[in-house]
C-alpha cells in the first residue's frame, strides 16, 4: 500500500512538470522584453518632436513627404530617406553643402514630426554600443558614389536599421552646433510620423 502511494505521488510529480515549464517560459520570455529595453534605453535618444523643414525643387513639391529621389549620404538610390533640417539656419547650412546638386530655386516646407528608436551620431557611447565610427558616417560619399563604390555611411545606415533604429539624429558639418534628422521609415506602422503644415 505505502508503495502504490509513493507511485501515484511520483506519477502526480511527473505530470506537473510540464505545467511548471510554461510559467518559466513566460517568465524567460518577459526578462528577454526587459533586458531588450533596456539596451533600447542604451542607445536611442528620447523621442524627437516638433517643427522641422525641408527644402524642395517646387516642380517636386506634391512628393516632399516620399523622401530622396536620388543617393544621399544615407540612403542608396532605392532606398527612399527622408531629409530634414532642425531650424532654417540648418536647411541653408544642407543646402550650402549640396549647392551643386540641387536646383537653382528651391522651397522650404514645415512640417511635423514625432520620431522615437532614433540615434543620435552626437551620443559617443550609443555609437560604441552598437559599433559604429562617427568618421564612417561623416566621411566624403558623394566621390565614392560616382566611382560605382559603397560609401562608408551606407554601412551605417545598414548597421543602424540592423538595431532597429527608424533613424538619426545627423550633427551639421558645415556649421557646428545646427543638426539635421534623417527618417529611414516614417507613415507608417510603428514608424515616425511626419506631417506636412506650411505651406499646406
Request: aromatic share 8%; charged share 25%.
Amino acid at each position: 500500500m505505502v508503495m502504490k502511494r509513493r507511485w501515484s505521488s511520483w506519477c502526480r510529480t511527473l505530470v506537473r512538470v510540464p505545467r511548471c515549464n510554461f510559467p518559466m517560459e513566460r517568465r524567460t520570455r518577459d526578462l528577454l522584453k526587459v533586458v531588450a529595453l533596456k539596451i533600447d534605453d542604451f542607445i536611442f535618444a528620447p523621442a524627437v518632436r516638433g517643427t522641422f523643414f525641408r527644402a524642395v525643387d517646387p516642380n517636386y513639391r506634391t512628393y516632399a513627404l516620399s523622401g530622396s529621389r536620388a543617393a544621399g549620404r544615407y540612403s542608396r538610390a532605392e532606398q527612399p530617406t527622408l531629409y530634414l533640417s532642425s531650424s532654417l539656419a540648418g536647411v541653408e547650412a544642407a543646402m550650402t553643402a549640396h549647392k551643386n546638386a540641387r536646383s537653382a530655386e528651391l522651397q522650404t516646407l514645415q512640417m511635423d514630426v514625432a520620431a522615437s528608436r532614433i540615434i543620435d551620431l552626437r551620443d559617443v557611447q550609443a555609437l560604441s554600443k552598437i559599433g559604429i565610427d562617427l568618421e564612417d558616417a561623416i566621411a566624403p560619399w558623394q566621390d565614392v558614389v560616382a566611382r560605382g563604390g559603397i560609401p562608408s555611411s551606407w554601412l551605417v545606415r545598414d548597421r543602424l536599421i540592423d538595431v532597429g533604429a527608424n533613424g538619426i539624429i545627423d550633427p551639421s558639418r558645415t556649421k557646428p552646433g545646427l543638426w539635421h534628422l534623417v527618417l529611414f521609415r516614417w507613415n507608417e506602422h510603428d514608424a515616425p510620423t511626419v506631417r506636412l503644415t506650411h505651406p499646406e
